[in-house]
């Protein structure tokens, strides 16, 4: 059953040869009064819609904008408890410390699976009714063997794009020994949690990981067949962003405080440096430098960082705001960053973009361009989205023709 998406104001495809925005890696590419047609889930042919063949099924976009859905590379999904209270008082002037994240731990741990399950899919749906149709999700909340190992089991049931996220912060019973937790994590927790997970990630960073520690963690995952990821440079200076680079990591998550080596060595590398502005945002930081980043022929992403402790928000369009507000991305960069740089981050090359071939993740905006997603900030403009094909507008299945 093919469907014919037509009359669409403004077609995202994004393209995947290097150049132009967005970095080496790709460019941000837009066909306007387009047409797209869907097949077995996949895109079938993109294109003006003055030119489009028939199909099986046909939908009127009405002017609206459609994109390829947004893939968030960086999510913490799986926790109990909230931390409404410390953004309050964060926001009354106490600091944000890495430390806070042993409250989660403790709701984590004392939570049943089902309670964990429960605000898991909660928030997997909140994602992708806010167009979010790729996600990765991390563990990092249960620092026991049985509580990674249940955290990373949880994560399989909603995505394939699971991390190991051992390597938080060093649970309080381990204050004494971190080497101990080190261990811990390269070791038994490890051999439980990797099954079930396709990337291992750590927090280097003062007050959680030094550079040494999470060079054993990114090894020890990596000879366990999991690919690297990296919490770096996100408080203060750091070896987290070279650490990424030399591990071949796919993603150097928050680069907020980089110093020219870094960037240099990002620019040098096929790794994508993750921006996640919510977080500036909700701890009042400064955001990091996307368009030093940027010009010097880095990749970059952009994802929510969706915890409950640092940034609680589900939004990818607030994240495109402040990318272009707060850190002068233009609109295109930004969507690009949002959907085909994600994809760069999760190392796939079928979500992202809308070449023929490509998974049929599409998102279709109450607006007629992408630019409406930094233009009309806090305004909720998910009209609809496919999901492999399968299309849900105004909270309702498409099933045939639409007006
Ligand atoms: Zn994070």
Not at 164 to 179: I, Q, R, S
Request: aromatic share 6%; glycine share 12%.
């Amino acid at each position: 059953m093919s469907v014919l998406i037509t009359n669409i104001g403004e077609l995202v495809t994004n393209r995947p040869e290097p150049g132009g925005p967005g970095g080496r890696e790709g460019g941000f590419a837009a066909v306007a009064r387009a047409a797209l047609v869907i097949d077995e889930g996949r895109v079938a042919w993109t294109g003006p819609a003055s030119r489009a063949p028939a199909a099986d099924q046909a939908v009127d976009a009405g002017g609206r904008a459609v994109l390829p859905g947004f893939v968030d590379s960086h999510a913490h999904l799986v926790f109990a408890g909230e931390r409404g209270a410390e953004f309050a008082a964060r926001m009354a002037g106490q600091p944000y410390r890495a430390g806070g994240i042993r409250s989660t731990v403790a709701a984590t741990r004392a939570a049943s699976d089902d309670q964990l399950r429960a605000n898991l899919r909660k928030l997997a749906a909140e994602m992708l009714a806010q167009g979010i149709t790729t996600f990765e999700c991390k563990s990092g909340y249960g620092l026991t063997v049985a509580d990674e190992a249940r955290s990373v089991a949880l994560a399989a049931e909603v995505t394939p794009e699971v991390t190991y996220l051992g390597a938080h912060v060093v649970p309080a019973e381990y204050e004494a020994d971190p080497a101990g937790y080190v261990d811990l994590v390269c070791g038994p927790m490890l051999e439980a949690c990797a099954p079930r997970a396709r990337w291992v990630d750590v927090f280097c960073e003062r007050g959680a990981f030094g550079r040494d520690e999470a060079a054993a963690v990114l090894a020890a995952g990596q000879g366990a067949g999991l690919r690297a990821r990296v919490h770096a440079n996100q408080l203060g200076p750091g070896p987290g962003v070279q650490l990424a680079v030399q591990a071949g990591a796919a993603s150097a998550d928050h680069c907020t405080h980089l110093d020219d080596a870094d960037v240099a060595a990002l620019a040098a590398s096929d790794t994508v440096a993750t921006l996640l502005p919510g977080v500036e945002f909700s701890t009042r930081q400064p955001y990091p430098d996307a368009r030093r980043l940027i010009d010097a022929g880095a990749t970059v992403a952009l994802a929510t960082d969706c915890n409950p402790g640092s940034c609680f928000t589900s939004s990818m369009a607030l994240c495109i705001a402040l990318a272009v507000r707060e850190m002068h991305m233009t609109t295109q960069e930004a969507v690009w960053a949002a959907t085909a740089g994600g994809a760069r981050a999760l190392r796939r090359d079928d979500v992202g973009h809308l070449g023929v071939g490509a998974r049929a993740d599409l998102v279709m905006l109450e607006a007629p361009s992408h630019a409406y997603l930094a233009y009309r900030p806090g305004v909720p403009l998910v009209a609809g989205f496919w999901l492999a094909g399968e299309g849900v507008i105004g909270g309702e299945q498409v099933t045939g023709l639409q007006e």
